[in-house]
């Protein structure tokens, strides 16, 4: 005779009615509570307080989780950034650039004296009327040519790493700032909205104009980003802050 109301009572802890409104759960406590009294008649009084403890404490479990408040899920804070725009006003990237430039305008000033030698050793090979001299000033420009491409390359190497020394250090300075950004402004993501940036082609490139449009297309990212999410101003400053503040061995200018 147990056996049936204690299946009852499981079915009740066990959620089957959890979907139901809290008033769905006063109708079956009444109704359970009918069934109670018929028990009654074919129990023991021991056995009906038994069954009617259980039934209370696994209807008030439900009730107290379908009237239990839940709090809201807090939303997702974005912040976005126009790329392009951050880096242009970058102190940083300006240093790197002064930098750069400057070691482009030494290496092509060598390369102009260099290239000056040369043509003064043939003119003078030219000149001379000596065969043996002649060989001899035409053997060494060879040589001098080679060692110039050799030198060309290495210069060549030299400023690809610079640049790449360049954009790794922006870089990196870009994620600590917005971490920091995100952090003091209460932002849970900061992305780089490139929805901002036209579609263009060139009838230069080797590629159908289409295919140029399509590929472009396929690597976007963001369709659209409110203007309110846009922190670019704000990084932009953060970073121009932390770069005019940087210790004297940090940034390309204080080499």
């Given at each position: 005779?147990?056996?049936?109301?204690?299946?009852?009572?499981?079915?009740?802890?066990?959620?089957?009615?959890?979907?139901?409104?809290?008033?769905?759960?006063?109708?079956?406590?009444?109704?359970?509570s009918i069934h109670i009294q018929k028990v009654a008649m074919k129990n023991s009084p021991t056995q009906t307080v038994i069954i009617a403890s259980l039934i209370a404490f696994g209807l008030g479990s439900f009730a107290w989780g379908v009237s239990r408040p839940v709090a809201p899920a807090q939303a997702t804070r974005i912040g976005s950034i126009d790329l392009g725009r951050v880096l242009d006003k970058l102190q940083?990237?300006?240093?790197?650039?002064?930098?750069?430039?400057?070691?482009?305008?030494?290496?092509?000033?060598?390369?102009?004296?260099?290239?000056?030698?040369?043509?003064?050793?043939?003119?003078?090979a030219s000149a001379t009327t000596d065969q043996a001299e002649q060989q001899r000033i035409a053997e060494q420009?060879?040589?001098?040519?080679?060692?110039?491409?050799?030198w060309a390359t290495l210069k060549g190497a030299e400023l690809d790493r610079e640049n790449s020394?360049?954009?790794?250090?922006?870089?990196?300075?870009?994620?600590?700032?917005?971490?920091?950004?995100?952090?003091?402004?209460?932002?849970?993501?900061?992305?780089?909205?490139?929805?901002?940036?036209?579609?263009?082609?060139?009838?230069e490139v080797k590629m159908p104009m289409s295919q140029q449009v399509l590929e472009q297309i396929g690597r976007r990212q963001i369709i659209f980003a409110s203007p309110t999410t846009d922190v670019s101003d704000k990084l932009i400053v953060k970073m121009n802050n932390t770069?005019?503040?940087?210790?004297?061995?940090?940034?390309?200018?204080k080499k």
């Open positions: 005779m147990i056996v049936p109301i204690t299946a009852k009572v499981t079915a009740v802890k066990s959620g089957e009615i959890a979907g139901q409104s809290f008033n769905a759960a006063l109708t079956l406590r009444h109704s359970l940083e990237k300006s240093d790197w650039e002064v930098q750069i430039a400057a070691l482009q305008n030494q290496m092509r000033d060598e390369a102009d004296s260099r290239k000056k030698r040369l043509e003064a050793e043939k003119q003078q420009v060879v040589l001098e040519g080679l060692q110039l491409e050799q020394l360049m954009w790794q250090s922006i870089y990196r300075n870009l994620r600590e700032e917005s971490a920091k950004l995100a952090e003091s402004e209460g932002y849970d993501y900061i992305i780089v909205n490139d929805g901002v940036n036209n579609i263009v082609t060139s009838r770069h005019a503040t940087a210790p004297a061995s940090v940034g390309p200018a």
